[in-house]
T-cell receptor, first 115, second 112 residues
């Protein structure tokens, strides 16, 4: 089955630090990947759709300059939280599908804690 | 009105019973429907997906879709304590690059 790997699984860092999260499709090529954010006991909130070779499409209210997305290859998308602050602390999850007719599969998520 | 609505629960069922989880959606253009299970602190994992009206069975799980009523459900037969989790309903819509809209999830507790 489709496997999506996400790294790191947990990050704890000081306010003002930039944090990069990687999302890889291990056994398939993903032209599209998705980045979600989830607060405790809340549902998944789509932040952006990452498209290989082109700019990401951000959802309304998500700051492009704050959450930088790069999808440089068919197997890798990265999310960089720039100058992170405590309010950016959350569970970030990526997902991908093999093709648009297949369901998306999720990475294991990254728990980000900004002190 | 939320695009995808679920009762947050918790829904408590005894071990061995059938758990019934429900989801309604507002966009009639929605094409595909997914159920994900999410354990606390973990990312969602796919349980089932359904595209056509009717029932789709996979082991102990049955997904039911009624597009006219804009309703999708998940039945879990012979519920086990290990089924205790939050179940997320997701709806896919759009064309080309699809967008997934998630409900807030229903917390299921299976009592031993």
């Amino acid at each position: 089955g489709a496997v999506v790997s996400q790294h790191p699984s947990r990050v704890i860092c000081k306010s003002g630090t930039s944090v990069k999260i990687e999302c890889r499709s291990l056994d398939f090529q993903a032209t599209t990947m998705f980045w979600y954010r989830q607060f405790p006991k809340k549902s998944l909130m789509l932040m952006a759709t990452s498209n290989e070779g082109s700019k990401a499409t951000y959802e309304q209210g998500v700051e492009k300059d704050k959450f930088l997305i790069n999808h440089a290859s068919l197997t890798l998308s990265t999310l960089t939280v720039t100058s992170a602050h405590p309010e950016d602390s959350s569970f970030y999850i990526c997902s991908a599908y093999e093709d648009s007719n297949q369901p998306q599969h999720f990475g294991d998520g990254t728990r980000l804690s900004i002190l | 009105q939320k695009e995808v609505e679920q009762n947050s629960g918790p829904l408590s069922v005894p071990e061995g019973a059938i758990a019934s989880l429900n989801c309604t959606y507002s966009d009639r253009g929605s094409q595909s429907f997914f159920w994900y299970r999410q354990y606390s602190g973990k990312s969602p994992e796919l349980i089932m997906f359904i595209y056509s009206n009717g029932d789709k069975e996979d082991g102990r799980f049955t997904a039911q879709l009624n597009k006219a009523s804009q309703y999708v459900s998940l039945l879990i037969r012979d519920s086990q304590p290990s089924d205790s989790a939050t179940y997320l309903c997701a709806v896919r819509r759009g064309s080309g690059t699809y967008k997934y809209i998630f409900g807030t999830g229903t917390r299921l507790k299976v009592l031993a």
